[in-house]
């Protein structure tokens, strides 16, 4: 009973019609072209896809769905249409939404018939919405309890202070962690999709009474606000390099009798004054511990950093935990190196190759094909992205299919498509200028 009153407030909610169509999914025949948190609500069904919006390249006419468990892309045409969005390109201002694609195949690839975004924030009302300002008068009221509804993974990497895990997809594991009290108030945030209205919907079938949610989400929150990590995050990315700042703030005397392995120390005095000491990046994740590490994070907040955290226990509690530790000098100055997308061939190595390509790799140019006779480069065969699917035949077997485009967005949804059928591919994600057979490459 529960689940059909959710799968009608979604159908409800998104006026969705979805024609059941005998094409069946060629790209990945094993491979359910549905979200988990989609599949809670919804059936899956021959020529219909659900999940979020990776993105959309308008000058080849592609979309690039996330599934969580896999990637697709599927082409459009004039002829395609949309619902609850105003264009095609108003399509771009909701990356990671929910959306439905119809599609039918031809050609041996999909093409979309209609793509409907979903709107399931229809179901929920106008008192239900809470922008920030509201959402963080009402989280001081210690009865309100705060949920992130976002994968674990994502709540350890960051969340909202004193918010619990609620993971959507997994709800009815997590629905033990609801107060026994069904008048308390709940607040639901995620990035500010569907995952929030589907908790919100769910928590109310139970009989719960005093419902809302954040609709900004996390993005919105740390835009403005420093968040907090999770210590078994911290310790993962500790033994896994995972590219992190940590900034340990305490004394140096105290950092040098210990500190957590890996940190940076320095004093809240010097982080004020230097504004060249932290990454270029905005978004390169910054982590405090300390005495005024509340404080410091609200500086580099304000410093337009969007990743800022903050751990929620003191180095005693670290070590006695029995987490990574170092003793001595720690390191004074920052260095912070982003590990690559996977996938992604380094700009230099793809200089190196456009001046001599090896006989094992062969260069793709997957632009449309007035793109390429603009600005070829010696060398490369141009197949447009669109096109791929059913075109890799002509593509040497033997050798390593190195893909670009102009700003890495065609390249790397070709980059799917290829290695969904085996082949062995790296692309270019940067923004690449080509005058006259020279190129000009910037990291994006």
Same mark, same amino acid.
């Not at 210690?142 to 918010?163: E, F, L, N, S, T």
């Not at 809302?212 to 989400?217: A, D, M, N, P, Q």
């Given at each position: 009973m529960r689940k059909s009153l959710i799968v009608s407030a979604c159908l409800a909610a998104t006026m969705v019609c979805t024609p059941s169509l005998s094409a069946q999914a060629s790209a990945a025949p094993d491979k359910v072209p549905m979200a988990k948190l989609c599949g809670m609500c919804h059936e899956a069904k021959p020529g219909v896809m659900m999940g979020f919006l990776e993105n959309i390249a308008l000058k080849s006419k592609t979309i690039q769905m996330d599934f969580m468990s896999h990637k697709e892309v599927v082409r459009f045409s004039d002829q395609t249409k949309v619902k609850y969005v105003a264009d095609f390109a108003d399509i771009r201002n909701y990356k990671q939404k929910g959306f439905q694609i119809n599609y039918v195949e031809k050609d041996g690839e999909r093409l979309a018939t209609e793509i409907i975004r979903f709107d399931i924030m229809r179901a929920i009302t #106008?008192?239900?919405?809470? =922008?920030? $300002? $509201?959402?963080?008068?009402?989280?001081? =009221?210690?009865?309100?309890?705060? *949920?992130?509804?976002?994968?674990?993974?994502? *709540?350890?990497?960051? @969340?909202? !202070?004193? $918010? #619990?895990?609620?993971?959507? !997809? $997994?709800?009815?594991?997590?629905?033990?962690?609801?107060?026994? =009290?069904?008048? &308390?108030?709940?607040?639901? *945030?995620?990035?500010?999709?569907?995952?929030? !209205? +589907?908790?919100?919907?769910? &928590?109310?079938?139970?009989?719960? &009474?005093?419902?809302?949610? *954040? +609709?900004?989400?996390?993005? #919105?929150?740390?835009? @403005?606000?420093?968040g907090s990590v999770a210590p078994d995050w911290l310790k993962m990315a500790i033994a896994q390099d995972i590219p992190h700042v940590l900034i340990d703030l305490r004394p140096a005397a105290q950092v040098e009798k210990g500190h957590i392995k890996g940190a940076v120390a320095m004093d809240y005095d010097r982080l004020a004054a230097g504004r060249d000491i932290l990454p270029s990046r905005k978004n390169a994740p910054i982590i405090f511990y300390g005495n005024g590490s509340e404080d410091a994070a609200r500086l580099v907040v304000s410093r337009g950093y969007r990743a800022v955290r903050v751990l929620p226990m003191d180095f005693g509690a670290w070590q006695e935990a029995g987490s990574p530790v170092a003793k001595g000098t720690a390191a004074s100055t920052i260095s912070y190196v982003p590990k690559p997308k996977a996938g992604t061939i380094a700009v230099a190595e793809f200089e190196k190759v456009v001046r001599q390509t090896p006989s094992s790799m062969l260069l793709v140019d997957v632009r449309n094909p007035d793109e390429f006779a603009a600005a070829p480069l010696d060398g490369a065969v141009n197949i447009p992205v669109d096109q791929l699917g059913r075109r890799q035949a002509e593509l040497d077997p033997d050798k390593e299919l190195i893909l670009y485009c102009n700003t890495g967005l065609r390249a790397e949804m070709a980059h799917n498509v290829v290695t969904g059928k085996g082949r062995t591919a790296r692309y270019l994600d940067a923004t690449l200028t080509i005058d006259g057979g020279e190129v000009e490459v910037v990291e994006n």
């Open positions: #106008d008192d239900e919405k809470l =922008d920030r $300002a $509201a959402f963080k008068a009402m989280r001081n =009221d210690p009865q309100v309890r705060v *949920y992130d509804v976002r994968p674990p993974m994502k *709540y350890k990497m960051g @969340h909202i !202070p004193g $918010a #619990d895990m609620m993971p959507a !997809p $997994a709800f009815d594991k997590f629905i033990g962690k609801l107060p026994s =009290d069904k008048s &308390t108030p709940i607040i639901f *945030y995620g990035v500010g999709g569907c995952l929030s !209205p +589907t908790a919100s919907m769910k &928590t109310k079938s139970l009989g719960y &009474t005093n419902v809302r949610i *954040y +609709t900004g989400g996390f993005p #919105d929150w740390s835009r @403005h606000e420093f």
